[in-house]
């Protein structure tokens, strides 16, 4: 079975400094990963996905991600923390054999104090 | 371009009642469709998804159950509300290729 977790619950750093959210997958086959984004009482935003390719994927809002076959983990990174990044973080995994089902870690919160 | 719609935004219901949540997508056809149920701002269960009309398949054992009568609408049920029901409710959507894209999601109450 496809899955991903997410070790931490809460990460809490200061605005200015880098960020680092983790992820790791367990996964058959080569994986679809995809990071979301979650304000309040709001739908799962879309940041960035990795299919193939290079490692490093960016995506929105200046958030990028690494993949790393060898440790299957897909870590989100920001290199400056903003306040407004403030939310709860999904990381996802898509099961292309069976029917494309993503399924999601449990979320981390992100603090981002001034 | 694609959107998706997903009311209401918030409900309370009574326990016993019936409940009827809806999304619809436009801008695509034969779209992969998604409930998730999100409970305490953390985790989301997968309760249904649907690769095409009339085809539903369930994840989990439980009081609702999912309809998809068009190609891009999909609707939430419930023909008695429980207080477990209580919860946020969400529906995705997808293509073969992309990432899901997610409505905004329905706060239900059941008191």
């Known amino acids: 079975a496809q899955s991903v977790a997410q070790p931490e619950d809460q990460v809490n750093v200061a605005e200015g400094n880098p960020l680092t959210v983790k992820c790791t997958y367990s996964?058959?086959?080569?994986?679809?990963l995809f990071w979301y984004v979650q304000y309040p009482n709001r739908g799962l935003q879309f940041l960035l996905k990795?299919?193939?390719?290079?490692?490093l994927v960016k995506g929105s809002y200046g958030f990028e991600a690494e993949f790393n076959k060898s440790q299957t983990s897909f870590h989100l990174k920001k290199p400056s923390a903003l306040v407004s990044d403030s939310a709860l973080y999904f990381c996802?995994?898509?099961?292309?054999?069976?029917?494309?089902?993503?399924?999601f870690g449990s979320g981390t919160k992100l603090n981002v104090k001034p | 371009s694609q959107t998706i719609h997903q009311w209401p935004a918030t409900l309370v219901q009574p326990v016993g009642s019936p409940l009827s949540l809806e999304c619809t997508v436009e801008g695509t056809s034969n779209p992969n469709l998604y409930w998730y149920r999100q409970a305490a701002g953390r985790g989301l269960q997968l309760l249904f998804y649907?690769?095409?009309?009339?085809?539903i398949s369930s994840e989990v054992p439980q009081n609702l159950s999912a309809s998809r009568p068009q190609d891009r609408q999909f609707i939430l049920s419930s023909k008695k509300l429980l207080l477990s029901d209580s919860g946020f409710y969400l529906c995705a959507w997808s293509d073969s290729l992309t990432e899901a894209y997610f409505g905004q999601g329905t706060r239900l109450t059941v008191v």
């Open positions: 990795y299919i193939t390719g290079d490692n």
């Open positions: 996802a995994v898509r099961d292309r054999y069976n029917f494309n089902k993503f399924y």
């Open positions: 649907s690769v095409g009309i009339g085809q």
């Open positions: 996964v058959s086959g080569n994986p679809y």
